[in-house]
Nanobody, 124 residues
Framework: QVQLVESGGALVQAGGSLRLSCAAS??????????LAWFRQAPGAEREFVAS????????LYADSVKGRFTISRDNAKNVVYLQMISLKPEDTAVYYC???????????????WGQGTQVIVSS
């Protein structure tokens, strides 16, 4: 089992910054074999890929909509993955989910473990 717990969601003004965290745990979780990712789901929309990072933090993937504004990173000693978000826009408003997979991918179906989500609201 792998447990993922997100935190850091908040109400922020457009142009502001926010950092999300996701703590991973569980007897089957290994920082050194799993990719960690962020997805998001806006009201009335499908859940979409945001960013992912391979276990070594060197290989990363980003959605085009967040490139240059969001940065994914991880601390394997703490089993935590972060999503640093800058220049936030109202369209970034969504519930942000953390997910874990044995592959570095942007495909939802490849992620077998999910957190409960944390709400980010960007006001204009």
């Amino acid at each position: 089992q792998v447990q993922l717990v997100e935190s850091g969601g908040a109400l922020v003004q457009a142009g502001g910054s926010l950092r999300l965290s996701c703590a991973a745990s569980g007897h089957t979780f290994s920082s050194y074999t799993m990719a960690l990712a962020w997805f998001r789901q806006a009201p009335g929309a499908e859940r979409e890929f945001v960013a992912s990072t391979w276990w070594n933090g060197v290989r990363t993937l980003y959605a085009d909509s967040v490139k240059g504004r969001f940065t994914i990173s991880r601390d394997n000693a703490k089993n935590v993955v972060y999503l640093q978000m800058i220049s936030l826009k109202p369209e970034d408003t969504a519930v942000y989910y953390c997910a874990a997979s044995y592959r570095l991918t942007s495909t939802q179906g490849d992620y077998g473990y999910w957190g409960q989500g944390t709400q980010v609201i960007v006001s204009s």
